[in-house]
């Protein structure tokens, strides 16, 4: 079946602008996850979705990211007035855990590459 | 808190063997192990939850240590299809937290 799918791939934008990243996850995946990867980094958690509520927000770096996930479906991921050191890999990854029990093992999208100038 | 990961990166010949260590400073509910491409999505490996189990598949086995709080991958007879970058997930006490991954652990496997 189709795996988890990001759109765009790829994104440059000029600072101050504001972008949206979209994430398809897998049919029937209730758990949704934003990470973000600078180059060379690890995983840096965002954003935990369980059906369409986040119990867990406390990866947004500041309060110019937000998300939102509709239809317990596709997940988009918003950034304002965007800056430099917002460049890098936004990754979306989606499970079967069910809230209440630990954690599944996580499929991931091929990622957006954000690039700010 | 960020489990630490160690060594940062590895070279190895193929067919020789390696190991990869994460720590953390606080008690586990369970640790997961991912490997990342260059330019690719991770990809999920095994998951070991506390009660000291090891698990393997392949080659590539794990074991995890509640009580040191710690997890340790072992890759066997290296092939160069293991080259990448390893990531630690781990996942605290109550299992309602989320996934805090290390730095990753770079291997290349040279012919």
């Known amino acids: 079946g189709a795996g988890v799918s990001q759109s765009p791939s790829n994104k440059v934008t000029e600072k101050g602008k504001d972008v949206e990243l979209r994430c398809d996850p897998i049919?029937?995946?209730?758990?949704l996850y934003w990470y973000r990867q600078s180059l060379g980094q690890g995983l840096e958690f965002l954003i935990y979705?369980?059906?369409?509520?986040?119990?867990?927000k406390s990866g947004l770096p500041s309060d110019r990211f937000s998300a939102e996930r509709t239809g317990g479906s596709v997940s988009t991921l918003t950034i304002q007035r965007t800056q430099q050191e917002d460049s890098a890999v936004y990754l979306c990854?989606?499970?079967?855990?069910?809230?209440?029990?630990?954690?599944?093992?996580?499929?991931f999208g091929p990622g957006t590459r954000l690039t700010v100038t | 808190q960020q489990p630490v990961q160690s060594p940062q990166a590895v070279i190895l010949r193929e067919g020789e063997d390696a190991v990869i260590n994460c720590s953390s400073s606080?008690?586990?509910?369970?640790v997961h192990w991912y490997r990342q491409k260059h330019g690719e999505a991770p990809v999920f490996l095994m998951i070991?939850?506390?009660?000291?189990e090891q698990k393997g598949h392949d080659k590539i086995s794990a074991s995890f240590n509640e009580k040191k709080q710690q997890s340790s991958l072992y890759l066997t007879a290296s092939q160069l299809s293991y080259s990448g970058t390893y990531f630690c997930?781990?996942?605290?006490?109550?299992?309602?937290?989320?996934?805090?991954f290390g730095k990753g652990t770079k291997l290349s496997v040279k012919p």
């Open positions: 990854a989606s499970s079967l855990r069910t809230s209440g029990t630990g954690q599944d093992e996580q499929y």
């Open positions: 997930g781990t996942e605290g006490g109550g299992s309602q937290g989320n996934l805090i």
């Open positions: 979705f369980q059906g369409n509520s986040a119990p867990d």
């Open positions: 070991l939850l506390k009660g000291g």
């Open positions: 049919s029937g995946h209730t758990a």
């Open positions: 606080k008690a586990l509910y369970s």
